[in-house]
């Protein structure tokens, strides 16, 4: 299966030109000319890599981005102007996976886009039957959930689990150290960081979102509460 882009441009010529080029080297391609659609479109909808221009109607690129990267993070190019250093600075600091300023040679863009999907594996080829194919590196199952870092990707029983970047990192470190009890302020130092200032419920807020979009969807009961210590993710049984 080839890869699939969104290319995010408002410049219609430039826009289908890529396009043309990117058929032509086949992979999947559509295009937005607006902000606003572009967000709606890539949060709906998987795509390996996202070309994305910042100056937009509709909604800024940079704020494309911000959105995406809460609601659907996926792999982005950003396409900026000669002297913007500062979008540069602002989109990877945002979330964006390089960045290259226009006017660009399309072989440029080509080589690019490889890497980025090289090293940003999101949805690539994934199916059914690269299940069981895939190296168990960086691979963490629990029943029938399993996370997969590399692709950064929850299923349960198959069926994709769309996860902020915070919970997704969350469960990973629950998923990680499966029957240890982990204080809120551990969880708060590995999701959030050490240098984040703020209230330990804020994991409290994280484990409910997780909840909803796993146990009550799922009927499991896999994040555990134990009352004033934290919370723990108890080893998979069958029974
Ligand atoms: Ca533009």
Redesign the pocket.
Known sequence: MSASLLIV???EKLARFIELELLHEGYQVKVCTDGRDALLEATEHPYDLILL?I??PGLNGLEVLRRLMRERPTPVILLTARDAVMDKVAGLDAGAVDYITKPFAIEELLARIRVALKLHPANVGRSASDENSDSEEGILRWGPLTLDEPKRRVTVSGHEVSLTNREFLMLKVLLENTDIVLSRETLLDKVCGYDYVGETNVIDVYIRYLRSKIDDVFGFRMIRTVRGVGYVIQAWTDS
């Open positions: 441009e408002d410049e221009d100056m937009l």
